[in-house]
């Protein structure tokens, strides 16, 4: 079974700095797909990025960014230039061939004005 | 895109009756329809997978009877809580993914807005 560990359940950053969320992962599978969901207040849940795991290349959306070490079943996320809009929950997740998606504990970030 | 709306957006209604919650992909078809719970403070909790004119598959733990699932188009399916009690008090979520393994966003899930129910 795969199950999706998130270690950090608040984290906080200065507006204008850099954060890291931790995510890892266990599964047998070869081929699956990575995400990080967004949750804020008003508890719709948004995409931010999406990894594939036979792309070797770590995905970028504008100020966000991941790093994937398929060996390690590690796939953090690294927010730049934080702002306040980007206080949330933060939910990675786990998905093979559309089979139901597998969700960490969260994140609770806050970005500090 | 990839659009997917929720409708009643929150609900309150007496213990005993029924309420149904509709999810609706706006400008996609979607294969596959999920249905999560969401406690305060905590994770998604999946609750069954519906494939568009297959009968939902449930998690282990989740009553089906008490849960009705149906997905009768690619854009719509429902879920019905039946009988309600203050228990099934909760904030519920949809999801939809246009296909299996499909390398063009296939696997992604995206989600509603959710709906707050509340039973009195």
Known sequence: AQTVTQSQPEMSVQEAETVTLSCTYDTSENNYYLFWY???????????????????????????????????????????????GDTAMYFCAFSHNNNDMRFGAGTRLTVKP | GAVVSQHPSWVICKSGTSVKIECRSLDFQA??????????????????????????TYEQGVEKDKFLINHASLTLSTLTVTSAH?????????????????????DTQYFGPGTRLTVL
């Not at chain 2, 329809?33 to 297959?54: C, H, I, V």
């Not at chain 2, 203050?86 to 296939?106: H, L, M, T, V």
């Open chain 1, 38 to 84: 967004k949750q804020p207040p008003s508890r719709q849940m948004i995409l931010v990025i999406r990894q594939e795991a036979y792309k070797q290349q770590n995905a970028t959306e504008n100020r966000f960014s991941v790093n994937f070490q398929k060996a390690a079943k590690s796939f953090s996320l690294k927010i730049s230039d934080s702002q306040l």
């Open chain 2, 31 to 56: 294969t596959t329809m999920f249905w999560y719970r969401q406690f305060p403070k905590q994770s998604l909790m999946l609750m069954a997978t519906s494939n568009e004119g297959s009968k939902a």
């Open chain 2, 86 to 106: 203050p228990e099934d008090s909760s904030f519920y979520i949809c999801s939809a993914s246009s296909g299996a393994g499909a390398r063009n966003q296939g």
